[in-house]
């Protein structure tokens, strides 16, 4: 699936790549609705009925993936709740296993994230894989979401690598999209983000069903 030959830089997704998306999808659409109806004196179902579709409105941009946005607009400590359920943060199979290996080949390593901060720093302090790289990049730090090929230009400004001897790892489609516009040459996808759901078509991206299959 990858000719490691042909590869300086390895940039890597957080959720639904590295780590298990059921955590996201268990909290934003069960977790997070049934508290905030709590708040508000709202059944389960009423509750998210009233949230998806403004959720649904800010999907792609920064404010979706914007903790301090969403605690804004729903007046409930967002970063608060996610601490609530966070032993449900899990890496995906073998993920370690691949940013050993990827260290050990002295591959240039980079977590390209759209999470907010404060919640990469949860995670990176629940799974302790912060240590396999050498920058850690959030959108969040320019002011635009990796869905857009602006962020690959300024991620390249701040990061040094060649785009076609770089991979691209992002469960998101639109992510890989927009970073083949930019050039990256190399780009894979997830089969199954979420351990709970489905495998997925990822369309015209080949897919990562476990990470001993590129290693």
């Known amino acids: 699936m990858i000719n490691w030959t042909d590869i300086d830089t390895v940039l890597l997704d957080m959720d639904g790549t590295l780590l298990d998306l059921y955590f996201d999808n268990y909290f934003w659409q069960e977790y997070l609705p049934v508290r905030w109806g709590e708040l508000h004196g709202l059944d389960a179902d009423t509750a998210k009925r ?6 649904r409105s800010k999907e792609g941009t920064l404010s979706w993936y914007c ?17 609530d359920v966070e032993d449900l943060i899990r ?19 980079v977590l390209v994230t759209n999470a907010h901060q404060n919640l990469v720093s949860m995670k990176l302090a629940r799974t302790g894989i912060g240590r396999y790289f050498g920058r850690v990049i959030s959108s969040h730090q320019y002011g635009v979401p990796k869905e857009e090929i602006g962020f690959w230009s300024m991620l390249n400004k701040d990061v040094e690598f060649l ?14 999209r927009a970073a083949r516009a930019y050039g990256i040459a190399h780009l894979l996808s997830i089969a199954q ?8 078509d990822t369309e015209e991206f080949a897919a990562i069903h476990d990470f001993m299959d590129v290693m």
């Open 50 to 55: 009233t949230l998806v579709p403004r959720f």
């Open 91 to 109: 890496m995906r199979p073998s993920a370690q296993k691949f940013l050993e290996t990827l260290n050990a080949r002295g591959l240039q390593t």
């Open 193 to 200: 983000p979420d351990s709970r759901e489905d495998v997925r």
């Open 163 to 176: 785009p076609e001897r770089t991979v691209l790892i992002d469960d998101n489609l639109k992510v890989l």
């Open 67 to 83: 903790l301090d946005f969403w605690s804004r607009e729903l007046n409930i400590d967002v970063l608060g709740l996610k601490a």
